[in-house]
């Protein structure tokens, strides 16, 4: 599984910003998908993660109401909506796949799969 981030770039405060990840390989579609973002000088955070169907999601807690996960298995796509943008979103934001995925994992060590990362910075 290959996967390529965009979308990425300066949001002011309270704006919205669309992150989509494209992927390859014959797993895609079958794989658990999540969206991770790391901070300057922090570690890599869980955001969300949506199972192959599309039918379950999960969000972290300071994301929550604000970020939408969505995929098109027609065009091996994975989204993440945000809305309502605040500075401390700001943060390398990284696509992820779980191709062994059971149950919606939140940690990274599951994910054996990563897309190279796209930049959010939120900022007037």
């Known amino acids: 599984v290959q996967l390529q981030a965009s979308g990425g770039g300066l949001v002011q405060p309270g704006g919205s910003l669309r992150l989509s990840c494209a992927g390859s390989g014959r797993t895609f579609t079958t794989s658990t998908l999540g969206w991770f973002r790391q901070a300057p000088g922090k570690e890599r955070d869980f955001v969300a993660a949506i199972t192959w169907t599309g039918s379950r999601t999960v969000y972290a807690d300071s994301v929550k109401g604000r970020f939408t996960i969505s995929r098109d298995n027609a065009k091996n796509t994975v989204y993440l909506q945000m809305s309502s943008l605040k500075p401390e979103d700001t943060a390398v934001y990284y696509c992820?796949?779980?191709?062994?995925?059971?149950?919606?994992?939140?940690?990274?060590?599951?994910?054996?799969?990563w897309g190279q990362g796209t930049l959010v910075t939120v900022s007037s």
């Open positions: 992820a796949a779980d191709t062994n995925a059971a149950v919606l994992h939140t940690t990274s060590g599951p994910y054996d799969y």
